[in-house]
């Protein structure tokens, strides 16, 4: 009964901001062991994690994009969202959010899926 959706801008010009936002339903995101992370697939490559938000709001972000990404949830919504800045069209890829029992990257360890949205990134 868990359903993810994505939503937000579907184009992105450089330098400015992603923000993307993954509202959930059938399931609370404050619920213990679940973690809720963001993916994306660029063009032509592999499904590559971002980041996560635990069900206690604590977060991770892999390194590479750490610098330049903030996960964060609304309770009150039950939702959570992504924030990518200074994107460039390297940037540009289909994002999905996902929840797992884990705080994995594997992407086999997430059992839920929004249908992803595509971005853009481009002038």
């Known amino acids: 009964q868990v359903q993810l959706q994505e939503s937000g801008p579907g184009l992105v010009k450089p330098s400015q901001t992603l923000s993307l936002t993954c509202t959930v339903s059938g399931g609370s995101i404050t619920i213990n062991p679940y973690y809720w992370s963001w993916f994306r697939q660029p063009p032509g490559k592999a499904l590559e994690w971002i980041g996560h938000?635990?069900?206690?709001?604590?977060?991770n972000v892999r390194p590479a994009l750490r610098s330049r990404t903030s996960i964060s949830r609304d309770t009150s919504n039950n939702l959570f969202s992504l924030q990518l800045r200074s994107v460039t069209p390297e940037d540009t890829a289909v994002y999905y959010c996902?929840?797992?029992?884990?705080?994995?990257?594997?992407?086999?360890?997430?059992?839920?899926w929004g249908q992803g949205t595509q971005v853009t990134v481009s002038s």
């Open positions: 996902a929840r797992g029992n884990f705080g994995s990257s594997d992407p086999d360890t997430y059992n839920y």
């Open positions: 938000i635990g069900y206690s709001g604590n977060t």
